[in-house]
């Protein structure tokens, strides 16, 4: 039977999702999990992997096993096997030819600032600290530029291996909360999928469209020439959390 895992994992001291030698990671610690509660090896597949300091609030995998424990336990049982940085959200068996990465509709990340002059020690971890003045509707406008389907080229890291660079970003939304030295601000981007550092790119850039650091312009240009360059920075892993997966049913 196919069982689908939801997982939540702080990525601060993973190498990624993905299995590497010598290298700790999300896929490995739920892997040996699952020898340990199996009794054999499993092969978990992921909806997607996240880079080294990425965090995920809803990943989603999947992996086959014939087993007298009920789908919906293997997150009780899982969890008492794995260590405090990732956990199971809930289990369930799905058909067995669903595919959580293939079938993936819809991904949503969240890139996380805090707006102030001061460095907070308790949001570090999670979010990045940013002390320029922003211009919010210079960013919402260039965030209304970068929906629908376009050649992303520019906003991947260079040496990336895909077929195409062409994606669609459904959404581009920023929500702020006050906070008690400044401001929360969260980026949350929602697309059919996303190239290497795609989400942290877009965020680097609307920051420096934000500042007056760049314009809008630079955005088509960037667009059309598929130049790298003319986007700035791309930002710190540590801000950005893998929010949710969606699929059809």
């Known amino acids: 039977m196919r069982i689908v895992l939801v997982v939540s994992y702080d990525g601060t001291s993973f190498y990624g999702w993905q299995c590497q030698k010598d290298?700790?990671?999300?896929?490995?610690?739920?892997?040996?999990?699952?020898?340990?509660?199996?009794?054999?090896?499993?092969?978990?597949t992921a909806?997607?992997?996240?880079?080294?300091?990425?965090?995920?609030?809803?990943?989603?995998?999947?992996?086959?096993a014939e087993s007298s424990i009920p789908p919906e336990k293997f997150g009780e049982c899982?969890?008492?096997?794995?260590?405090?940085?990732?956990?199971?959200?809930?289990?369930?068996?799905a058909q067995d030819d669903f595919d959580c990465n293939r079938q993936a509709k819809r991904k949503t990340y969240r890139?996380?600032?805090?707006?102030?002059?001061?460095?907070?020690?308790?949001?570090?971890?999670?979010?990045v600290k940013y002390s320029l003045p922003l211009d919010r509707a210079?960013?919402?406008r260039?965030?209304?530029?970068?929906?629908?389907?376009?050649?992303?080229?520019?906003?991947?890291?260079?040496?990336?291996?895909?077929?195409?660079?062409?994606?669609?970003?459904?959404?581009?939304?920023m929500e702020?909360?006050?906070?008690?030295?400044?401001?929360?601000?969260?980026?949350?981007?929602?697309?059919?999928?996303?190239?290497?550092?795609?989400?942290r790119s877009i965020v680097g850039f609307l920051l420096e469209i934000g500042s007056g650091r760049l314009s809008t312009e630079r955005l088509t240009r960037a667009l059309q020439e598929g130049d790298r360059s003319l986007i700035g920075r791309t930002m710190p892993a540590k801000g950005?959390?893998?929010?949710?997966?969606?699929?059809?049913?």
């Open 176 to 199: 702020e909360r006050p906070s008690r030295y400044g401001t929360d601000l969260d980026i949350f981007v929602t697309g059919n999928g996303f190239l290497y550092n795609m989400v």
């Open 23 to 44: 290298r700790r990671t999300v896929q490995e610690e739920i892997e040996k999990a699952l020898s340990e509660v199996l009794k054999h090896s499993v092969r978990v």
């Open 78 to 93: 899982l969890n008492q096997k794995l260590p405090a940085d990732v956990k199971i959200l809930y289990s369930y068996r």
């Open 138 to 140: 210079l960013m919402q």
């Open 111 to 127: 890139y996380s600032l805090y707006l102030s002059d001061k460095t907070q020690p308790l949001k570090e971890r999670y979010a």
């Open 240 to 249: 950005l959390t893998l929010y949710s997966v969606e699929y059809e049913s």
């Open 142 to 173: 260039a965030a209304s530029l970068l929906e629908g389907e376009h050649d992303f080229k520019a906003f991947c890291a260079a040496g990336s291996q895909v077929k195409t660079t062409v994606r669609t970003v459904y959404e581009i939304r």
């Open 47 to 64: 909806s997607g992997r996240t880079d080294a300091g990425v965090h995920a609030l809803g990943q989603v995998c999947h992996f086959d």
